[in-house]
């Protein structure tokens, strides 16, 4: 799951853009559209309210009519009656980048998380370097950077550098986040406040059982780091506060840049593994047994850390 900072306004084409012609922001809001149907489990004939998506995104009804419209030419949406939109077929079993590719840059700025976490972007960079590197214009270079400063994983120096933080790039620095991880997410499990959401419960088991029933090669990495952060962020925010949850999206920042290396090596086992893992945890919340689902968390993380 991305945690994006409300973008600022921007001037956007009309409605009716095509496809080639839209905007990054409008591509990766239609991404984010896609990945609620999914997450939803949204049957044709659902409603998608323009207002609602935009305020469960943060931005303006804008770039989500664009979006909704960019959608409509994949045949994912179409109008519903006299007004708005609502979903054209089942897409739980096709592949959203087949459906509508990344943006231009949303794929670099995974490009730039990946190229760091195999050692081939030093800790310090400028933008200066990364534009050879890259060939794309200064604007982006310099978006992407302050999206990193955003998410914590980069800090600008004074003058002209950047700074990526230091990472999880050993052996201890991973096993002491398991340790941190083990004593936060637990805890959040048994504070007095702890509600969960039924929706979100339903939501997050969906997407779990999407990832057993496809085969390994077909759940791409930024997928499955997607489902397996938000898991843990939405246990977390079931607390109530918003300190621990916000500590446990940290600490998925901090794993992201490795992931993109780490997950070419996941044996399908593991990821099987923590799948289940992941839906026991969801079945004993559910059935208003916390003890039983921190322990089971507990070992899920322990057998984490191992592997």
């Not at 979006?67 to 179409?78: I, M």
């Not at 621990?244 to 997950?263: D, F, G, K, W």
Request: hydrophobic content about 45%; aromatic content about 6%; glycine content about 6%.
């Amino acid at each position: 799951m991305t945690h994006d900072t409300p973008p600022q306004p921007l001037a956007e084409p009309p409605p009716d853009v095509p496809a080639e012609e839209a905007s990054d922001l409008q591509i990766d809001v239609a991404r984010r559209i896609l990945q609620r149907i999914r997450d939803l489990g949204l049957k044709p004939g659902a409603r998608l309210p323009a207002a609602d998506l935009a305020r469960s995104f943060g931005v303006s009804r804008s770039p989500v009519t664009a979006a909704l419209e960019l959608l409509r030419e994949k045949g994912v949406v179409c109008a519903a009656g006299g007004r708005g939109m609502q979903v054209a077929r089942d897409i739980s079993a096709e592949s959203l980048t087949d459906l509508l590719p990344s943006s231009a840059a949303e794929t670099l700025y995974h490009r730039i998380m990946s190229d760091r976490a195999a050692g081939l972007l030093p800790q310090e960079v400028s933008e200066a370097e990364l534009l050879p590197r890259y060939a794309v214009a200064r604007g982006m270079i310099r978006k992407l950077l302050m999206r990193f400063a955003a998410e914590g994983l980069a800090r600008r120096l004074p003058g002209h550098g950047w700074r990526f933080v230091d990472t999880l790039e050993s052996d201890a620095d991973f096993q002491a986040s398991y340790e941190f991880r083990i004593i936060v997410e637990c805890a959040a499990l048994l504070t007095p406040a702890f509600r969960a959401d039924p929706d979100q419960i339903g939501q997050l088991r969906r997407a779990h059982e999407r990832v057993l029933a496809a085969p390994r090669g077909e759940v791409p990495g930024d997928e499955w780091f997607r489902v397996n952060a938000s898991f843990h962020e939405t246990l977390a925010s079931w607390s109530g506060n918003r300190f621990l949850q916000e500590a446990i999206r940290q600490q998925n920042n901090l794993r992201q840049m490795q992931e993109a290396v780490y997950y070419r090596v996941l044996a399908p086992a593991r990821l099987q593994q923590s799948c289940t893992e992941h839906i026991a945890i969801l079945d004993a919340v559910e059935a208003g047994d916390r003890d039983w689902a921190a322990a089971l968390l507990r070992q899920h993380l322990r057998s984490a850390a191992e592997s």
